[in-house]
Antibody, heavy 123, light 106 residues
């Protein structure tokens, strides 16, 4: 079965960076993209960026341009998300999600999600 | 950016009753609309895509309808395990945008 397993919770100080991993199994990693979506405490879902499982191409939300980097290690079917220059506003649960192959839209629909990684930014 | 709104913000339903959740897009999104269920402390789960197609393993009591700008998620007979937040999401326009959610409780 398809599974996305994320790394554990992190506590960071303002100005630091965080790197979260997402290990995929149960499907051919190269055939699907991965997106990262975050959810601040008590808030809704916010898309951050997309990463190709095939060739590592990326596109990022404008809000995160310049401080977000997404990478892959196809040998281990793992995707990574690094967010730099953290502030308290970055405190959230970060999810990786597989992009579903549905529809003709240019946006992303997500059929499987990781369990989430809580990132807390506090001095 | 396509703005998504959902109503009501909270829906109180008794077990066995029908629940109807609404979602509206600020511009037409064809049928490129998904619904997700999120229980407390859990990741979202895809319920519906293509506005009306149930995802794998989703019970038949969940159904979706609509196209363009108006969409509906119906839970035909609410079960206690259906208490959750429900988000709609359009993926017609890059990158896709989520609604604010409807909380279903008893």
């Amino acid at each position: 079965q398809v599974q996305l397993v994320q790394s554990g919770a992190e506590v960071k100080k303002p100005g630091a960076s965080v790197k979260v991993s997402c290990k995929a199994s149960g499907y051919t990693f190269r055939n699907y993209g991965i997106s990262w979506v975050r959810q601040a405490p008590g808030q809704g879902l916010e898309w951050m960026g997309w990463l190709s499982g095939f060739n590592g191409d990326t596109n990022y939300g404008q809000k995160f341009q310049g401080r977000l980097t997404m990478t892959t290690d196809t040998s281990t079917s793992t995707a990574y998300m690094e967010l730099r220059t953290l502030t308290s506003d970055d405190t959230a649960v970060y999810y990786c999600a597989r992009v579903a192959a549905v529809g003709a839209g240019t946006g992303y629909c997500f059929d499987y999600w990781g369990q989430g990684t809580l990132v807390t930014v506090s001095s | 950016e396509v703005l998504m709104t959902q109503s009501p913000a909270t829906l109180s339903v008794s077990p066995g009753e029908r629940a109807t959740l609404s979602c509206r897009a600020s511009q037409g999104v064809s049928s490129n609309l998904a619904w997700y269920q999120q229980k407390p402390g859990q990741a979202p789960r895809l319920l519906i895509y293509g506005a009306s197609t149930r995802a794998t393993g989703v019970p038949a009591r969940f159904s979706g309808s609509g196209s363009g700008t108006e969409f509906t998620l119906t839970i035909s007979s609410l079960q206690s395990e259906d208490l959750a937040l429900y988000y709609c999401q359009q993926y017609n326009n890059w990158p896709g945008t989520f609604g604010p959610g409807t909380k279903v409780d008893i």
